[in-house]
């Protein structure tokens, strides 16, 4: 075990405790969201410890959120301060619901910088880094988190909105970028239009593909064919949400793993249906309060992220993750969503595992699942699409199904469709339809 200077478990949680009793103490009565529903549970804003404050706080949900700013338009009420002190707006994409608008005043902001920043620094990002943003920079807090976090730290910064993916492609070659940021169906994509442009990839410099926005980061077949696709470069996952800031990044000792920003965050794992905590090891729900975005803070809010937690080998002294840090370990990163798994013939199937079986065989370019529903019963199918050096591909269609059946113990029709038939991606992909 490397030596550390990691924060121990039990200043970890010291220090949890003090800020979560700071941002309690700087709520009331500002915050009119919290102040009603923590007086209408009867709960008292002092806490004794962590579990005291899990034990006797109610969880916030999206759909509260949602109703609060439907009430209270544009903004809702979970304001801590007068509307005057907050400087930006951000936007959920709305992709699990109706969208959030979300404010921040300058300090919450700083706060989440140096969030991101210790993101990137984990990366191994530093001053002269050329980092491209390879996405049309809109309402959705991550990018203008990111591009300012990576100019903090000295790197020069280089915006990709509102090209298409040849000019994208060219600016990071002329332009000698070493980091890449964006989804990791994106650089997919980018790679097929190299392929596709005979663009040579490996006469560019990057070294570094920083993804989030979708759970593939910390697949390993994901990540495999991204560091494949893009010769000489590593893939770095993390993940944040608008409503939260950025949460986690990758455990740099053990890719596929996460770690949770502890500093920023005081996080819970409990099961979905009971919001009962789980045992270290078993999968839940990942629950958030924020600890430094006092502008517009969130406590227990369920995320609707499914995650597993590392198991420890005594809760007396734990022991510290390979690379020496005691954060929260997330293992396999974000494994799917509460609203996102499917029960097929008994069988629980989550996207994360129809992505690494897929990204496990070379040879197709997209794919999209087809959810059906008969009597209540939902079932599932896939269309592939062959890449154009796919030598055979009744015997990939075959390999496929065999690989799910043995995985999953379910046998899933797949048809073919023809190369550039299927949907591209420069955000989040939605590979799902139901039907």
């Known amino acids: 075990m490397p030596e550390s200077n990691n924060p121990s478990r039990a200043a970890i949680a010291a220090s949890q405790i003090e800020q979560l009793r700071s941002l309690l103490a700087e709520l009331f009565p ?3 969201f919290y102040s009603r529903k923590l007086n209408a549970a009867g709960t008292t804003f002092d806490v004794a410890s962590l579990e005291d404050f899990c034990a006797r706080f109610p969880f916030t949900t999206k759909a509260e959120l949602v109703e609060d700013q439907r009430q209270h338009p544009p903004f809702g009420s979970n304001l801590t301060y007068p509307l005057e002190c907050y400087t930006r707006c951000h936007q959920t994409s709305g992709t699990s ?9 300058p300090e919450s902001w700083e706060a989440m910088i140096e969030s991101w920043s210790e993101i990137f620094r984990v990366a191994g990002a530093q001053k002269g880094d050329r980092i491209y943003f390879a996405f ?17 730290l000295g790197c020069l910064c280089l915006p990709g909105g509102g090209l298409t993916s040849v000019a994208r492609l060219q600016a990071i070659l002329d332009n000698g970028v070493t980091i890449l940021c964006c989804t990791p169906t994106y650089a997919f994509r ?24 979708e759970p593939g980061g910390s697949v390993a077949a994901v990540r495999a064919r991204l560091e494949q696709c893009w010769p000489g470069a590593r893939s770095f996952d993390h993940h944040g949400m608008t409503e939260v800031g950025p ?7 053990r890719p596929g793993a996460l770690h949770v920003l502890e500093s920023a965050h005081f996080a ?3 099961e979905p249906a009971t919001g009962k905590p789980i045992a270290p090891g078993e999968t839940g729900e990942l629950v958030l309060t924020t600890l430094t975005r006092t502008g517009s803070p969130l406590l227990r809010y369920r995320t609707g992220d499914l995650v597993r937690s590392r198991s420890r080998s005594s809760t007396l002294k734990p022991e510290p993750c390979s690379c020496g840090r005691f954060e929260m370990v997330l293992e396999g990163g974000i494994l799917g969503r509460t609203d996102g798994m499917v029960v097929v013939r008994g069988v629980n199937v989550y996207p994360s595992a129809i992505d690494e079986i897929v990204c496990s065989f070379g040879g197709v370019a997209e794919y999209q699942v087809l959810v059906s529903t008969n009597r209540s019963l ?24 065999s690989r799910f059946e043995s995985a999953l113990a379910l046998r899933i029709p797949i048809s073919t469709v023809p190369y550039g038939t299927l949907p591209r991606y420069e955000m989040k992909a939605q590979r799902w339809v139901t039907r």
């Open 268 to 270: 819970e794992i409990v």
């Open 378 to 401: 939902a079932e599932l199918s896939l269309q592939i699409e062959p890449g154009p050096d796919c030598a055979d591909v009744p015997e990939l269609v075959h390999k496929l199904q």
């Open 247 to 253: 949460v986690t990044y990758e455990c740099p000792a």
């Open 97 to 105: 619901g109706a969208p959030l608008r979300w404010l921040d005043t």
């Open 30 to 32: 500002g915050n009119q």
């Open 136 to 152: 049309s920079f809109g309402p959705f807090i991550g990018f203008w988190l990111a591009f300012e976090s990576a100019a903090r």
């Open 190 to 213: 980018l790679a097929e239009v190299a392929a596709e442009e005979k663009i040579d990839l490996r006469a560019g410099r990057v070294r570094k593909i920083i993804v989030a926005g």
